[in-house]
């Protein structure tokens, strides 16, 4: 079956402008996750959606990231007013609901903030 | 916050078994560890996972201590598309991963 997609693959983006990344789950994983990983850097959480439960947002850093998951599947994560310092890979990931033994990882969307 | 420790790095023969080394003193009895690994340029992929048996499956194997502040994942026989940044992982069934700086592994002819 069809793995996480991710789209765009590559995003170049200016300053100041925002950009919208969107994440394509596994069907039936209820459970998303999306992570950066800045360039030599291992990955960083970001946010956590499970089912219908509130989620966890812990991880963005800061008030211009924000992630929306529509109809328990599709997940888009937001960027307002780009800064150059966002520029990395996000990656998504979907897995099973608590029961899961794996993530399963897209091949990230690579964002650079000229 | 990674609660892992990992050398930065190591190298290995091809076609050798990779011994990769995981303190995870503070681990709480119901958190798993959990191994991916990381090839240049994609996404990361699972390994393995357990709580406190060891285990086998056809990527690696995995050998938990008794009590349970380290580990090894042990590929048997390296391959020069083995070469990745491997994560050794704590986490409760089901939460985020925290991603330390992980082993970068180099397989060599």
């Known amino acids: 079956g069809a793995g996480v997609s991710q789209s765009p693959s590559n995003k170049v983006t200016e300053k100041g402008k925002d950009v919208e990344l969107r994440c394509d789950p596994i069907?039936?994983?209820?459970?998303l996750y999306w992570y950066r990983q800045s360039l030599g850097q291992g990955l960083e959480f970001l946010i956590y959606?499970?089912?219908?439960?509130?989620?966890?947002k812990s991880g963005l850093p800061s008030d211009r990231f924000s992630a929306e998951r529509t109809g328990g599947s599709v997940s888009t994560l937001t960027i307002q007013r780009t800064q150059q310092e966002d520029s990395a890979v996000y990656l998504c990931?979907?897995?099973?609901?608590?029961?899961?033994?794996?993530?399963?990882f897209g091949p990230g969307t690579r964002l650079t903030v000229l | 916050d990674a609660k892992t420790t990992q050398p930065p790095s190591m190298d290995c023969a091809e076609g050798r078994a990779a011994n990769l080394p995981c303190n995870h003193s503070?681990?709480?009895?119901?958190?798993?560890v959990y191994w991916y690994r990381q090839i240049h340029s994609q996404g990361p992929q699972y390994i393995i996972h357990?709580?406190?048996n060891n285990e086998t499956n056809e990527m690696a194997s995995l050998i938990i201590t008794e009590d349970r502040k380290s580990s090894t994942l042990i590929l048997p026989h390296a391959t020069l598309r083995d070469t990745a940044v491997y994560y050794c992982?704590?986490?409760?069934?089901?939460?985020?991963?925290?991603f330390g700086a992980g082993t970068t592994v180099t397989v060599r002819a």
């Open positions: 992982i704590v986490r409760p069934r089901g939460g985020k991963l925290s």
């Open positions: 990931a979907s897995s099973f609901p608590l029961a899961a033994n794996e993530q399963f």
């Open positions: 357990g709580l406190k």
């Open positions: 959606f499970q089912g219908n439960s509130a989620p966890d």
């Open positions: 503070t681990i709480s009895g119901n958190e798993y």
């Open positions: 069907s039936g994983h209820t459970a």
